[in-house]
Each structure stands twice: as structure tokens, then as C-alpha cells.
């Protein structure tokens, strides 16, 4: 039996039937296109993301939002009628979910008097959140306790590095993020920001650097320079990416060859969600893996 229930959003960029394996209720993120909305459903309907990639294609630009604390709220008693809960967010530095699900909680609490819920932000997205659930999963299928596993969840998700890099500045641009004539100039001449996430779950661009091979470089000398025992790393490392597989099998044989600890089995590829990927665009890269804790 389980100690506790342990829960998460669609924006740990997991396969669901992954999510359903490991027992991991997920509250999904919507997203919108010329007033349709579409759940971001983590391929729980294989057609989803073909279909967004399409969407995309077609020059559709689509729109998203947080969760609301109503959603969060109706999520939340189906769990606790269960049992105690662990729920983790996407970074409260790029949504205001957090806000609305830690609000939900609380107004739960008084009605459960004998149940246990808290909500922990991420600091993270993608699948490096995903990455942080995934090993909570396993303190918890281990036997951990509740305290237990939240004090790990608090202790490290500053440890979890995210890196990453868009190759469409077009993104960024529509929000606001990007001047036009920046965007035009880094496209023209193949300059790609290396991004990262910082302590306050923000992200920030920190480096430019020109030509996609050189970025893919830099993004596994980000990894040597961070890891926990630079090249001598065996934690867990994953890639993700948004309709760019060659470049997300290139840093993983790039990972394979600099790490002597890391088989090519043991680096994970996972596709980058529809709600991420709204933001930062197709042909984006991503590496997460453990590291020296983030300061800046």
C-alpha cells in the first residue's frame, strides 16, 4: 500500500502511459489555437502531437494559461479522498500555477482535517520536473514517507539542471521576450541563446552561440561543467526535444563519448510537450541532469 499519493502536471513532459505505470495522477494543461482548445494530453492520444506539429506548420500560433485554483481544487478531493498528497508544479518563476494550486490546498485542508497535502514548485519544467517526480516515485514505491520525500523534493530540486537552446527566435519574439530585428538577426546568422533555469525557477539566455553543432557542443560542455563529478557523472541524464530527433540523438552520442559512466540506454530521449514547446518553438533542445546547486 502507498504511503502517500504523489501527483503532477502534463508539463513533466513524460509519456502518460508512463505516468499510469508509475501510478502518478497528472492534471492536464490546455492549450488554445483560433478558440479551440486542446488538451495537452502527453500522447495519451498518439494523434496530439502530430496534430500540433501540423497546427504549427500551418502557421497556427497557439495560447496557453495556468491552471486555476478551481481545477487545482477538484483535482486535489479526488486525491485526498484517497489518501495523503505530494503535488509538485511547473516553475512558479514561468507560471502562476503554483499560486493557485498551494490556494487550492489550503482551502482543502480544514475539510480533511486528517489528511496531509503539499504542494512543492518544481523550480523546473519539462522533463527534468519530470526527471524530480520520477525519483520521488521511487522513494515512495520504496517505502519513504511522506516527510521523508517532500524534505528530498526541497533539498534538491536546485541540484536539477536544466539546459537548454531554441532554434526559432520566432517564439520568444511573439512574447516580447526577443526584439524583431534580434530575432531576424540570430536567424539569418544561426545564432542560438544557451538558456538555462536559474534559483528562481527563471528562465534566463546566458550565452550566444553560432551554428547548431557548436550549440549542441556547448550544451554537453554545460553538463562537464555542472554534473555532480563533471565527466565522471552516472546520475540520471535525459534529453528532451521538440521535432528535433537527430539533434537530440547527436547530444546523446556527444554525452555517450565525453561520459565514461553514462551508456547510451541510460540517457533517456523524451518529446518536449505542446505547452512548452507553444513557448519556445519546434527545433528546441533540452539536457537535464544533477548538479552543484544553482545559485544565479
Not at 502531437?49 to 497557439?62: E, K, M, R, S, T
Not at 534580434?182 to 528562481?200: D, G, H, Q, V
Not at 540523438?249 to 514547446?277: A, C, H, P, Y
Amino acid at each position: 500500500m502507498r504511503n502517500f499519493i504523489l501527483s503532477c502536471e502534463s508539463t513533466v513532459d513524460l509519456p502518460y502511459s508512463y505516468l499510469e505505470k508509475r501510478e502518478l495522477p497528472v492534471l492536464f494543461y490546455t492549450y488554445s489555437v483560433d478558440g479551440k482548445e486542446y488538451t495537452d494530453d502527453l500522447g495519451k492520444d498518439p494523434r496530439s502531437l502530430p496534430n500540433f506539429y501540423h497546427l504549427l506548420a500551418g502557421g497556427a500560433i497557439p495560447s496557453t494559461s495556468q491552471i486555476n485554483r478551481f481545477r487545482y481544487k477538484e483535482f486535489f478531493e479526488e486525491l485526498l479522498k484517497q489518501g495523503d498528497v505530494i503535488h509538485v508544479t511547473l516553475s512558479s518563476g514561468i507560471t502562476g500555477s503554483y499560486a493557485n494550486a498551494a490556494a487550492a490546498a489550503e482551502e482543502l485542508r480544514p475539510e480533511y482535517p486528517d489528511r496531509k497535502i503539499t504542494v512543492i514548485d518544481s523550480l523546473g519544467a519539462c522533463s527534468g520536473y519530470g526527471m524530480l517526480i520520477d525519483i520521488a516515485a521511487d522513494m515512495r514505491d520504496a517505502g519513504k514517507s511522506f516527510e521523508e520525500t517532500e524534505k528530498w523534493l526541497l533539498d534538491n530540486r536546485l541540484h536539477m539542471h536544466y539546459q537548454f537552446y531554441p532554434t526559432t527566435m520566432d517564439y520568444f519574439k511573439r512574447s516580447g521576450r526577443v526584439s524583431g530585428p534580434a530575432a531576424t538577426i540570430a536567424t539569418i546568422l544561426k545564432i542560438f541563446p544557451l538558456m538555462r533555469f536559474n534559483a528562481e525557477g527563471r528562465i534566463i539566455a546566458y550565452e550566444k552561440v553560432r551554428g547548431l553543432k557548436n550549440v549542441i557542443r556547448k550544451t554537453a560542455e554545460a553538463m562537464a561543467e555542472h554534473a555532480d563529478g563533471g565527466k565522471d557523472y552516472s546520475g540520471r541524464c535525459w534529453i528532451a526535444h521538440s521535432n528535433c530527433i537527430e539533434d537530440a540523438e547527436e547530444l546523446r552520442s556527444m554525452i555517450v563519448k565525453d561520459f565514461k559512466n553514462l551508456r547510451r540506454e541510460d540517457i533517456k530521449i523524451f518529446d518536449i510537450g505542446t505547452i512548452i514547446t507553444s513557448h519556445t518553438g519546434p527545433g528546441t533542445l533540452a539536457l537535464f541532469f544533477f548538479g552543484d546547486e544553482r545559485k544565479i
